[in-house]
């Protein structure tokens, strides 16, 4: 079962009509990012790899570089160069739910901020 923070954020993520999104980064090197959201239905395998494994067993950690139990994965970018997928995630531990983009190097993920907060994320794809 969700915690009411996941709970609130998909409400939110399933406003989204367009579920492939792009948008433009001030990093020179990543001119767009090519964002795909989970809908409901797909919001659970969106968490395998980074949450828990394909047999269900939990992932998380408490240690740097390792997945945080308080990121919950709401979509992927699409077209990475990386041979790993790359989440984007929300942290639920501050009421705000910044937007990250995670990147896994060398067994260890870090996040990446790309908004501050979930009403920054969504207020850019209007």
């Given at each position: 079962?969700?915690?009411?923070?996941?709970?609130?954020?998909?409400a939110?993520?399933?406003?989204?009509?367009?579920?492939?999104?792009?948008?433009s980064?001030?990093?020179?090197?990543?001119q767009?990012?090519?964002?795909?959201?989970?809908?409901?239905?797909?919001?659970?395998?969106?968490?395998?790899?980074?949450?828990?494994?394909?047999?269900g067993?939990l992932l998380?950690?408490?240690?740097?570089?390792?997945?945080?139990?308080s990121?919950?994965?709401?979509?992927?970018?699409?077209?990475?160069?990386?041979?790993?997928?790359?989440?984007?995630?929300?942290?639920?531990?501050?009421?705000?739910?910044?937007?990250?983009?995670?990147?896994?190097?060398?067994?260890?993920?870090?996040?990446?901020?790309?908004?501050?907060?979930?009403?920054?994320?969504?207020?850019?794809?209007?």
């Amino acid at each position: 079962m969700y915690t009411e923070e996941i709970a609130d954020i998909l409400a939110a993520i399933e406003k989204v009509e367009n579920r492939i999104l792009y948008l433009s980064s001030e990093d020179e090197e990543i001119q767009t990012l090519a964002i795909q959201l989970f809908d409901i239905d797909s919001i659970d395998k969106g968490q395998v790899g980074c949450r828990v494994s394909k047999d269900g067993t939990l992932l998380f950690g408490k240690e740097d570089g390792e997945w945080q139990e308080s990121w919950f994965v709401i979509g992927t970018v699409l077209g990475s160069d990386s041979q790993e997928d790359e989440p984007i995630f929300a942290d639920v531990t501050d009421p705000q739910y910044p937007i990250f983009n995670g990147i896994k190097t060398a067994e260890k993920w870090e996040g990446f901020l790309l908004f501050s907060s979930l009403e920054e994320f969504l207020g850019s794809l209007e």
